[in-house]
């Protein structure tokens, strides 16, 4: 088997920090992936900002600036940072793994390092793939999406449709403002005694999130000050938590941002069963069957009359409800894993 090491110099967390307080997607994902590869029986290194070193699910965690790393590495997975391109030249295969819109990597500091390595950048969806173009420097490209993780996969049909309540589970930055205002203004009012449940916060995104707090906070204030017409301000919660709260929702609503290449919010919902309702924006398109297991809506309006008949109709719940159990649970964390297992062999 391969030896494997995945270097991330971002915030601190390491693999118990899921089972402890929410973490961000890209954070949850290498989290799922270096645990996955071990699974499959190779050696995983992880070499990170974490606190200390520990071995959990197999996999070794250190941190990144502490002594020497190990050598003899089959594949080095470089994490969104320039800094660790070349940080393993001796490695077999090095490739690049980027998270968000491919703008921040055509920098110099960027472009000389790829240009020189050559490493494979892997994506993370098809409209990702799509921020980068193919004549910049870097090797092969190659598309991976997140896997579905295996907890929010588990769900159970349920033979009768939640109370009206809709959830958001995504960074308050992402247009909940507006969704707030679609809320209380065309919504909550065509149906009485409906609730929307916001579970987020800065908590989630550490050092990042402190940096944006205080505009995080004013959204927050803004949801706070509609709790007469439903709004629930929940806050962040681990996925356990998560896990349950699906259970009650009748639907996710969500605007999408054409900065999010992948949307791990709505992914989960979806494979919990939970119809969604978006905007045809970035790469939420890619998550959501529109029609099947929630609806891209096209305008604003189309959204709000989407979402009332999620509210309101219990056959359409129940069919969206369905399919999404069926259809959005088709490429989880093994099968990624698996993708990134052929670097190794090319």
């Known amino acids: 088997m391969a030896r494997i090491l995945l270097a991330d110099d971002g915030i601190e967390f390491d693999g118990q920090t899921p089972e ?10 290498i989290v799922n992936l270096t645990q996955e590869l071990a699974k499959r029986g190779h050696t995983v290194f992880v070499r990170n900002n974490c606190k200390a070193s520990l071995t959990y699910k197999g996999v070794d965690w250190h941190p990144i600036e502490e002594g020497a790393w190990p050598e003899n ?17 001796s490695a077999k295969r ?3 793994w980027i998270h968000n819109p491919a703008a921040y990597i055509k920098k110099w500091r960027y472009l000389s390092k790829l240009w020189r390595v050559k490493p494979a950048i892997v994506y993370i969806g098809d409209y990702h793939a799509t ?8 090797g092969e490209r190659v598309v991976i999406p997140y896997g579905m993780p295996d907890d929010f996969c588990h769900a159970e049909p349920l033979k ?3 109370a009206p309540r809709a959830i958001f589970t995504s960074n308050p930055l992402r247009s909940l403002d507006w969704l707030l205002d679609l809320w209380a203004n065309k919504i909550e009012p065509q149906v009485p005694g409906a609730e929307f449940h916001l579970f987020t916060g800065a908590a989630t995104y550490g050092s990042v999130g402190d940096k944006k707090a205080e505009a995080m906070a004013a959204v927050i204030k803004q949801a706070e000050s509609l709790e007469g017409q439903g709004i629930k301000v929940r806050g962040p919660v681990s996925k356990y938590v998560l896990i349950e709260e699906f259970k009650n929702a009748r639907c996710m609503l969500y605007r999408g941002d054409i900065n999010e290449t992948f949307c791990l919010a709505v992914g989960e919902a979806q494979a919990s069963g939970v119809p969604t309702v978006v905007r045809d924006l970035g790469s939420v398109v890619e998550r959501v069957k529109d029609g099947k297991t929630g609806f891209v809506a ?8 989407n979402a009332l008949a999620l509210l309101r109709d219990e056959a359409l719940w129940k069919s969206q409800h369905d399919a999404a159990l069926d259809l959005q649970r088709s490429w989880l964390w093994p099968d990624a894993a698996k993708r990134f297992e052929q670097l190794i062999e090319t």
């Open 94 to 96: 090095t490739v690049f």
């Open 160 to 162: 009768t449709a939640p």
């Open 298 to 305: 096209k305008s604003d309006q189309a959204f709000v009359d």
């Open 73 to 89: 590495i089959d594949l080095y997975i470089a994490n969104r940072g320039d800094k660790l391109i070349e940080r393993m030249p």
């Open 20 to 29: 402890q307080r929410p973490l961000g997607g890209v954070e949850s994902s």
């Open 131 to 138: 921020t980068y173009p193919a004549w910049m420097p870097g």
